[in-house]
């Protein structure tokens, strides 16, 4: 075991250290290695032909748990079904910023009760985007701030999309205070993260660390604690370099891990131990 592995190990709950013979130990591993995308839609019609095969061909690659955030409330019954059938499949509901024009008042009384009945694991996507310029900032802020306070009745964690729009987010979770979640494709700065972090929160990082091109968010991934950091396709977007120009999938997750440990300079297997049980830890899974 490398130095900087060590190092790694040292900070993981008891049952997550090396075993004697330097081998790192995790409970439930496949292949000894256990990944979980925070954050796929794979309820979207862009599955629709060959779910079953990508969901194969992901656990082969040791992708063990896929969480599939909601994004409109004509799509929750859909994804409620499709995670029902599989027990490392988990729903978040939510009604996404971006989507703004599709939201109707009663989408949020539905997601309201939705919460107490059914359970999701998070209250997701929900967020702020201030890179698209035509949506009313005013009206993404009402909607987020109902899903939060639904998020902190229901003492849920929540998964956001925050673009251009940190600042405003982080003063916002400052006053409606809830258990934590994960900012998903975090782009911000390294103060950013670690006022997140100091809010319950987690930091999602996927594909675009794959490409050589994206330095600033690179050294971000190399300079945020581990702890912090879980792992992410957001398939079908987002494509990891490999892939490039196709459709992004769970089953790539590997190189998003891949991408990750090397510009930290450390072991994959030890960086895929702790983003697991960073994951484990915020979502409660
Ligand atoms: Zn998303």
């Known amino acids: 075991m490398n130095l900087a592995e060590e190092s790694i190990c040292k ?7 090396p075993r004697n013979d330097g081998v790192l130990f995790c409970p439930g591993l496949i292949k000894r290695m256990e990944l979980i995308d925070t954050h796929c839609h794979l309820d979207l019609p862009a599955f629709e032909a060959d779910r079953g095969a990508v969901l194969q061909r992901s656990r082969a690659n040791g992708v063990n748990g896929i969480v599939v955030p909601g994004v409109e409330a004509s799509g929750w019954d859909r994804l409620w079904d499709f995670c029902a ?6 729903p978040a509901l939510g009604l996404h910023p971006v ?8 989408d949020l009384k539905a997601l309201e009760s939705r919460l107490t009945e059914h359970r999701p694991v998070a209250v997701g996507e929900i967020g702020l985007d201030y890179y698209l310029k035509d ?21 849920l964690p929540v998964i956001l999309h925050v673009r251009k729009a940190h600042e405003r987010m982080l003063s916002t979770l400052k006053r409606i205070r809830v258990r934590g979640g994960i900012a998903h494709a975090f782009n911000g700065s390294l103060q950013q993260a670690a006022q997140y972090a100091e809010l319950g929160f987690k930091l999602g990082f996927g594909g675009m660390l794959t490409y050589a091109r994206s ?12 702890e912090s ?13 490999q892939h490039r120009g196709q459709r992004n999938s769970p089953e790539y997750l590997p190189f998003c891990l891949a991408a990750l440990a090397e510009v930290r300079g450390v072991d994959p297997q030890a960086v895929a131990c702790q983003t697991t049980v960073n994951a484990r830890e915020v979502l409660g899974l």
């Open 11 to 17: 900070r993981l709950p008891r049952r997550y250290a």
């Open 215 to 226: 330095s600033k968010l690179r050294a971000l991934a190399k300079a945020v604690p581990i």
């Open 99 to 106: 989507y703004l024009e599709q939201h109707a008042d009663a």
């Open 229 to 241: 950091i879980v792992l992410e396709t957001d398939a079908p977007d987002m494509t990891v370099a």
């Open 135 to 155: 949506l009313d900032q005013e009206r993404q802020q009402a909607l987020l701030e109902a899903q939060l306070e639904m998020a902190r009745a229901a003492d």
């Open 85 to 90: 059938g599989d027990a490392n499949l988990y």
